[in-house]
Nanobody, 118 residues
């Protein structure tokens, strides 16, 4: 059974930092591309950052230069280091694990709330 457990969300002031973690179980971690998505109230879920099985990272334009995604295969965990946070970064952040065929192997965590507010 695949499980993705996020942690690290919270409330932070604009300009602050947070680090999200996602621990995976029930998967062969090296076979999965991993990513972080977010969904703000009334908006579609959007990709924030992703990392391939080879460690190649991809970022949304809105977070480029502020966020960093990383993966630690030894403990099946990915991280999202978020710096210079803005109010518009407020959302529920979801961890995702996927591999081909995606219609079969596309897994989500339960989400963790990030609120950026003064």
């Amino acid at each position: 059974q695949v499980q993705l457990v996020e942690s690290g969300g919270g409330v932070v002031q604009p300009g602050g930092s947070l680090t999200l973690s996602c621990a995976a179980s029930g998967v062969i971690f090296s076979m999965y591309d991993m990513g972080w998505y977010r969904q703000a109230p009334g908006k579609e879920r959007e990709l924030v950052a992703s990392t391939t099985t080879r460690g190649r990272a991809n970022y949304a334009d809105s977070v480029q230069g502020r966020f960093t995604i990383s993966r630690d295969s030894s403990i099946k965990t990915i991280y999202l280091q978020m710096n210079q946070l803005k109010p518009e970064d407020t959302a529920v952040y979801y961890c995702n694990a996927r591999r081909p065929p995606i219609r079969v192997y596309n897994h989500w965590g339960q989400g963790t709330q990030v609120t950026v507010s003064s």
